[in-house]
């Protein structure tokens, strides 16, 4: 299959680590909720937390993604990899970690990817365009943060 691409995006948000974290984390299911690369969002596990939570994310366009936590530090970091997606990803694995700042929190998105053969060439064309979908959902956390 090939290495993974490897991404790495942050963004200081004006909101306490306990906000942001029960945004992103205990809220593992609503990402459509404040992620405008995400057009509907839902968990499809009995967990609602933790790992082994699952949701089901469709994209805007077309296309959806089935993820899992399989990495959980309470209010420090979690881990999600790719169960199965429609478009033809081969590797997909993100890792959200959290750090409290005076009343503000810097959160840090890491991003490993590959596409499927016989698209695996693709995915080092795709880095640029991966980067800002992951910045876009990072805006749209802090803009949802704002308003509530």
Known sequence: M???I????EKTIDQPLEMVWETVALGFGNVSDYNPEVKDSRL???RRSGIGTRRHCDFPKKGYIVEEITEWVDKDSFKVKFIESSIPMGFLESKFSFQSREGQTLVIQEFWYRMKAPFGWMSR????KMKSTLESGLLGLE???KRN
């Open 125 to 128: 064309l795709m880095k640029g």
């Open 6 to 9: 490897y991404l790495k995006v």
């Open 44 to 46: 499809v596990s009995d």
């Open 143 to 145: 803009n949802h943060l």
């Open 2 to 4: 090939g290495k993974p």
